[in-house]
């Protein structure tokens, strides 16, 4: 695996993100494992991911588009992947301990969606599936992906693409009181300005973060446009 850290300051130790490739697919010498975090999410961005959790069934394809919601503790494995997988992590806190657990096999014998992992229950969104609904911008519509009935309202994620393909008027919007917001350029262009760090251009890959209760503008932003973005708490 590859990994490029999408947040060098890593919030003070809050949050990290991380965009994570495999160029070479196939089987992946994975194990039973867990991981002892708050929050973490997993997005498909490109290609595609076979996994396991304990619980939630037999092993299926998360495609480009889907996600997971990994609750604290859960029990997974990754089985194999295609050539050129792409997949955004978003963990809290920074640094977390993963550790093995060779006593269990995946699948289990047992499904239980709705099970209870330290507050949090297993979230899997299928793009496929997925319903577009107005936001809170007349310019984008999103589609929702579970996380915030699945932790309790700890933390939300959508994507976010163009409602309308007419001129751009740009969107001002602030972060939420003791949250930040972390979001990544999934596909097209858009300009994110801020009253004390200017005007950045950002295109497919590029990601950013505005820290809890500071306003921001996105402005110039192209037809192609779509974000992922993830509010969190931010310590």
């Known amino acids: 695996m590859q990994y490029r850290d999408l947040i060098p300051d890593r919030q003070g130790g809050g949050v990290t993100a991380s965009h994570i490739r495999i160029p070479g697919g196939g089987p992946v010498p994975d194990y039973v494992h867990f991981h002892t975090v708050q929050f973490q999410l997993i997005y498909c961005y490109r290609g595609w991911v076979r996994v396991v959790y304990e619980d939630q069934g037999p092993p299926f394809v998360l495609a480009a588009g889907d996600c997971v919601l990994q609750p604290p503790r859960i029990r997974h494995r990754v ?126 890959g590029d990601s950013f973060v505005v820290p809890a209760g500071q306003s921001y503008q996105l402005v110039d932003c192209d037809d192609a446009l779509e974000l992922l973005e993830v509010t969190l708490p931010s310590s």
Do not use: N
Not at 97 to 119: C, I, K, N, Q, Y
Not at 122 to 148: K, M, T
Not at 165 to 184: E, I, L, S
């Open 79 to 204: 089985l194999d992947s295609s050539p050129g997988l792409e997949v955004i992590e978003i963990a809290s806190p920074a640094e977390h301990e993963t550790h093995a657990d060779p006593e269990m096999s995946l699948p289990t014998g047992t499904l239980r969606p709705g099970r209870v992992f330290e507050t949090q229950t297993f979230c899997r969104h299928e793009v496929e599936s997925a319903h577009w609904e107005p936001s809170r911008s007349e310019q984008f519509v999103a589609r929702d992906l579970g996380i915030s009935g699945a932790t309790g309202g700890l933390a939300h994620a959508r994507v976010l693409r163009r409602a309308d393909p007419a001129p751009w008027p740009g969107v001002a919007t602030a972060t939420p009181v003791g949250k930040m917001v972390f979001d990544f350029v999934l596909a097209g262009s858009v300009t994110l300005k801020s009253d004390d760090r200017g005007a950045h251009s950002l295109g497919t």
